[in-house]
């Protein structure tokens, strides 16, 4: 299965994900990493991302780059989203990420951060058959999202983050109730065009996503904090939810603090986080919402494997494939037959990819055995893969080097009748990697070749 690794910039704090996706698109994770940076509150206050906070920020990317390069992705995508789309120096600060992270870093549109969301969502929770309402509330903006069977029908990004609310609105602790007005006031003149849009539709269900919606479900559920991945698919009614905002606005940090559920980073901002949330309930007369762990980083990877990102390092390339089509022509191999053949070696290279742990690179070895492991025949159907081994092995095969050459005649050679021994020496010859490979690869040509076959051949 390929592997992915998705970066999330926010405003309130940077994400990792690296994942495999299955066949069946199913999204396993297999590092995931969270670091609160307030990378918004220098850009709310001046309108630029601080030197502290980039260098911070930047420090995290590099450690975040360690831990997905010992996974051996095949397809990063970094993303920064409301923050620096805002930020003055928003080219320094792309620049200085993209270097600390080894991989260009890319600002996206609130648009684009919708699609993400609700792909992560459907990824993770699917709804093919219902009308929702996905409203996720960062650090720096909001993302209302309509979806009808599956499918991004409407989306809108507004600048209702948790962060920059709590920044240009709550100036006192507790807030004031004026100041508690005039946020409101804010949030409901930012809602009142998607309301006209998409409001007055029925929804089966409203889903909320982000770490303001985990702490609001948490708290409200009485879930701990360090548990709250058990808060997934958890439902909160608007009468708690207004109870637990009413609460919220009179108590000071501290106080907020001492929450359950609420971490100490958190209380800091939860305050106008909920606010949002509440007031889309009202406005759009829902019940309650439900809130899903989904997010940027999930719809990143469901994305990069929607697209193939990555399959093409398995797979041979233009060039390599016309070579090996033409050696297999050339020793009179079915064409037709050979590419049946590779095509399903290379879904069983793909589909088992968690048992080999193969590097993609393999792949495109194993799929150039698939077309040329019979053309020994052209020799002698006697121990016609001993044959075929010997012509891929001296022949002239451009876009192939020596040692690629020797392992896909090693496959060639094994492709049937007995497995690599200790007295076979051009086994035995080869480097301890390329001996693994060979040993998990044969397997997959046997199979596909006698799934390949014409019943009662």
């Known amino acids: 299965m390929p592997r992915y690794a998705a970066v999330d910039i926010g405003s309130n704090s940077v994400r990792l994900l690296a ?33 502290q906070s980039i260098a911070f920020v930047c420090g995290q990317l590099s450690r975040m780059a360690q831990i997905y390069r010992r996974l051996d ?26 270097q600390a992270l080894g991989a260009p870093v890319e600002i996206i549109s609130g648009q684009e951060e919708a699609r993400l969301i609700h792909l992560g969502v459907e990824a993770l929770w699917p709804h093919l058959n219902q009308r929702i309402l996905i409203v996720d509330v960062g650090g720096g903006s909001a993302e209302i999202i309509c979806a009808e069977n599956g499918r991004l029908a409407e989306a809108f990004s507004k600048p209702l983050g948790a962060v920059r609310l709590t920044e240009v609105f709550l100036k006192h602790d507790p807030p ?150 033409q050696m297999a022509r050339r020793f009179g191999v079915s064409l037709g037959h050979a590419r049946k053949v590779a095509a399903l070696a290379h879904e069983l290279f793909d589909g088992l990819h968690r048992l080999h742990h193969l590097p993609p690179y393999f792949g495109k070895l194993l799929e150039a055995a698939a077309y040329l492991h019979d053309i020994g025949h052209y020799v002698s159907d006697t121990g016609h893969h001993k044959h075929s081994c010997y012509l891929v092995e001296n022949a002239d095969m451009p876009g192939f080097t020596g040692a690629e050459r020797r392992l896909i005649g090693m496959l060639c050679r094994y492709h049937r009748k007995s497995m ?16 693994r490979a060979v040993l998990l690869l044969i397997p997959l040509l046997r199979l596909a070749e006698a799934f390949s076959k014409p019943l009662g051949a």
């Open 19 to 51: 994942a495999e996706v299955s066949a069946a698109s199913r999204i396993h994770t297999l590092a995931a990493e969270r670091q609160v940076t307030r990378l918004g509150e220098s850009v709310f206050r001046g309108g630029g991302i601080s030197s």
């Open 73 to 98: 992705v095949v397809g990063v995508r970094a993303v920064a989203t409301s923050a620096v789309r805002d930020a003055g120096n928003q080219h320094e600060f792309i620049a200085k990420a993209s």
């Open 176 to 325: 004031a109730p004026e100041e508690l007005h005039r946020m409101d006031r804010y949030i409901e003149e930012k809602i009142a065009a998607p309301l006209v849009r998409i409001g007055g539709r029925k929804y089966d269900r409203m889903i909320a996503t982000s770490a303001t919606a985990a702490a609001i479900v948490s708290a409200i559920n009485r879930v701990p904090r360090a548990r709250r991945d058990e808060a997934d698919h958890l439902r909160v009614s608007t009468a708690q939810l207004r109870k637990l905002y009413a609460g919220l606005s009179r108590m000071n940090l501290a106080a907020r603090r001492k929450t359950p559920g609420i971490g100490p980073r958190r209380a800091e901002i939860i305050t106008a986080g909920a606010a949002v949330f509440l007031r889309i309930l009202e406005t759009f007369r829902l019940p309650s919402f439900y809130y899903s762990t989904a997010g940027v980083r999930d719809g990143i990877v469901a994305d990069l494997a929607l697209r193939g990102v990555g399959r093409e390092l398995s797979r041979l390339s233009a060039d390599q494939r016309s070579v090996v089509e």
């Open 420 to 435: 690599p021994a200790p007295r076979h020496i051009p086994f035995q010859a080869l480097d301890a990697e390329a001996r």
